[in-house]
């Protein structure tokens, strides 16, 4: 398990780094105004299925299903097919009508900020074709145990947006914006083929071919029945962000990227511990339960627990302590004025307050989808996303923008406690071995210390 961790840490780690090369960039070049919010906005709806798909809801509906079934290339066919005709019609009608789709995911825009973004809309959804087709190979070479390729090709989507910066650069903001959106589909194009040529290398193009061409009948209706309640269970936070994302519209301009800055903060811990630890584990467990190997995917539960806690900690206190000077080294620059960086850092801070419960319930969920409870999931998501949009309205007016990232943080709180009551508190507390809380404790201050002195070098540098 270790290994494989591992192999997913340094691939988002990657990642991630080119994704904050790219942000500097964006931040250099656009700021945070009008522009960079027509893009983020326009970036959001494919990113929103990106996530949800990417980081576990395909895979977490599909991989049970596909390891019980009794024709496999049949089964995997049929899937594909199901779902990737739902979403080329989906884009389709997003290309036909961008402008009454822009209306709504942009309500708070003038109309000439619209009307710039309508065929950015259009152009960037496409992403999500490609992204599934993607994450659908992902998925059949995780059961081959194969994460690399998955997790270094998102590196290329973040390689693509670099390119259209630096190609855009010296051009009107307007154009930026169009050449980043060719840049996300372009990336999309750079993910498939890496993963159609590691899936030719595992056989599974194959796999898929025999699927294609054979006679048998193959029933996915387990698929169906668990796949919407495994979107819906793992996009809470991807949900409420976009909801932030939807009411910064009525806020004034550079609240998106406000909002969007300090989310992709708070995505970096949350990808490389949360899940990088819960996509090696959730294979493990599934593999585990099916033998009623009870014990053993209890104690992978633990081990993984605590691995997540501790790095989550750390991350939490680190840049709770040093917010402003987090956001100042990445992206204060160019068109990003110290304004700017003082607004993210604070919203940083809502976000990194929902960092733990966000976190450590995609470990527990990963449970409740390996015992096939999708709809439990999906309700507690519900209610804890409605906790969040009442918290959003209540908060937006008097915390403006800073409001919308606490509400999405107390409604992490809430889905966490829900699903961890679901898996069961006794259980939860055979986890807290003395040794194992001695060690957190040391972990707290720790990362204390290491805090207070980044801080100091930062300012003594």
Same mark, same amino acid.
């Given at each position: 398990?270790?290994?494989?961790?591992?192999?997913?840490?340094?691939?988002?780690?990657?990642?991630?780094?080119?994704?904050?090369?790219?942000?500097?960039?964006?931040?250099?070049?656009?700021?945070?105004?009008?522009?960079?919010?027509?893009?983020?906005?326009?970036?959001?709806?494919?990113?929103?299925?990106?996530?949800?798909?990417?980081?576990?809801?395909?895979?977490?509906?599909?991989?049970?299903?596909?390891?019980?079934?009794?024709?496999?290339?049949?089964?995997?066919?049929?899937?594909?097919?199901?779902?990737?005709?739902?979403i080329l019609i989906l884009s389709l009608i997003v290309t036909l009508f961008s402008y009454p789709i822009t209306d709504i995911l942009a309500y708070g825009?003038?109309?000439?900020?619209?009307?710039?973004?309508?065929?950015?809309?259009?152009?960037?959804?496409?992403?999500?074709?490609?992204?599934?087709?993607?994450?659908?190979?992902?998925?059949?070479?995780?059961?081959?145990?194969?994460?690399?390729?998955?997790?270094?090709?998102?590196?290329?989507?973040?390689?693509?947006?670099?390119?259209?910066?630096?190609?855009?650069?010296?051009?009107?903001?307007?154009?930026?914006?169009?050449?980043?959106?060719?840049?996300?589909?372009?990336?999309?194009?750079?993910?498939?083929?890496?993963?159609?040529?590691?899936?030719?290398?595992?056989?599974?193009?194959?796999?898929?071919?025999?699927?294609?061409?054979?006679?048998?009948?193959?029933?996915?209706?387990?698929?169906?029945?668990?796949?919407?309640?495994?979107?819906?269970?793992?996009?809470?936070?991807?949900?409420?962000?976009?909801?932030?994302?939807?009411?910064?519209?009525?806020?004034?301009?550079?609240?998106?990227?406000?909002?969007?800055?300090?989310?992709?903060?708070?995505?970096?811990?949350?990808?490389?511990?949360?899940?990088?630890?819960?996509?090696?584990?959730?294979?493990?467990?599934?593999?585990? &339960?099916?033998?009623?190997? !009870?014990?053993? %995917?209890?104690?992978?539960?633990?081990?993984? @627990?605590?691995? +997540? $806690? *501790? =790095? /989550?900690?750390?991350?939490?206190?680190?840049?709770?302590?040093?917010?402003?000077?987090?956001?100042?080294?990445?992206?204060?620059?160019?068109?990003?004025?110290?304004?700017?960086?003082?607004?993210?850092?604070?919203?940083?801070?809502?976000?990194?307050?929902?960092?733990?419960?966000?976190?450590?319930?995609?470990?527990?969920?990963?449970?409740?989808?390996?015992?096939?409870?999708?709809?439990?999931?999906?309700?507690?998501?519900?209610?804890?996303?409605?906790?969040?949009?009442?918290?959003?309205?209540?908060?937006?007016?008097?915390?403006?923008?800073?409001?919308?990232?606490?509400?999405?943080?107390?409604?992490?709180?809430?889905?966490?406690?829900?699903?961890?009551?679901?898996?069961?508190?006794?259980?939860?507390?055979?986890?807290?071995?003395?040794?194992?809380? &001695?060690?957190?404790?040391? !972990?707290?201050? %720790?990362?204390?210390?290491?805090?207070?002195? @980044?801080?100091? +070098? $930062? *300012? =003594? /540098?």
């Open positions: 398990m270790i290994k494989s961790i591992l192999i997913n840490f340094i691939g988002i780690f990657n990642s991630r780094i080119l994704g904050f090369l790219r942000d500097l960039l964006s931040a250099s070049i656009l700021g945070a105004n009008i522009y960079s919010d027509i893009f983020f906005v326009a970036f959001k709806l494919p990113n929103l299925f990106r996530r949800i798909f990417a980081e576990g809801a395909f895979t977490q509906s599909f991989l049970p299903s596909f390891a019980k079934a009794k024709y496999k290339p049949s089964f995997a066919y049929k899937v594909f097919k199901y779902i990737f005709t739902i825009f003038d109309e000439k900020a619209k009307k710039i973004a309508a065929p950015l809309v259009a152009i960037n959804f496409w992403y999500l074709d490609l992204i599934f087709i993607v994450t659908f190979l992902a998925s059949l070479l995780q059961y081959k145990k194969h994460f690399t390729t998955t997790a270094f090709s998102t590196a290329l989507l973040n390689i693509s947006l670099i390119t259209a910066l630096v190609l855009a650069m010296h051009k009107s903001k307007e154009e930026v914006i169009l050449y980043m959106s060719i840049g996300v589909v372009a990336g999309g194009v750079a993910q498939l083929i890496a993963h159609i040529i590691a899936s030719k290398k595992y056989g599974i193009l194959k796999l898929l071919y025999i699927g294609a061409k054979s006679n048998k009948k193959a029933d996915i209706s387990t698929f169906k029945k668990h796949f919407l309640p495994s979107v819906f269970g793992n996009s809470t936070a991807h949900i409420s962000a976009f909801l932030d994302t939807w009411l910064a519209t009525f806020l004034s301009a550079g609240s998106i990227s406000y909002l969007y800055y300090a989310n992709r903060l708070f995505q970096l811990p949350f990808a490389l511990f949360a899940i990088a630890i819960s996509t090696v584990l959730f294979p493990q467990i599934t593999k585990a &339960l099916s033998q009623n190997k !009870t014990k053993e %995917a209890n104690e992978n539960m633990k081990k993984a @627990f605590w691995y +997540l $806690f *501790y =790095l /989550l900690t750390l991350a939490f206190i680190f840049a709770v302590i040093n917010s402003k000077e987090i956001v100042k080294l990445l992206f204060e620059r160019g068109a990003f004025t110290n304004k700017d960086t003082i607004e993210t850092s604070y919203v940083l801070i809502m976000y990194m307050i929902g960092l733990i419960p966000f976190g450590l319930n995609k470990l527990f969920s990963s449970y409740l989808y390996a015992t096939h409870r999708h709809l439990k999931s999906a309700k507690f998501s519900a209610i804890s996303l409605g906790v969040n949009i009442i918290f959003s309205l209540l908060l937006i007016y008097p915390m403006k923008v800073l409001g919308l990232a606490l509400a999405g943080s107390i409604g992490g709180f809430v889905l966490f406690f829900l699903t961890l009551k679901e898996y069961g508190f006794n259980q939860f507390l055979t986890f807290f071995e003395k040794k194992y809380v &001695l060690i957190y404790f040391l !972990t707290v201050l %720790a990362s204390v210390l290491i805090s207070i002195l @980044f801080k100091q +070098l $930062f *300012y =003594l /540098l």
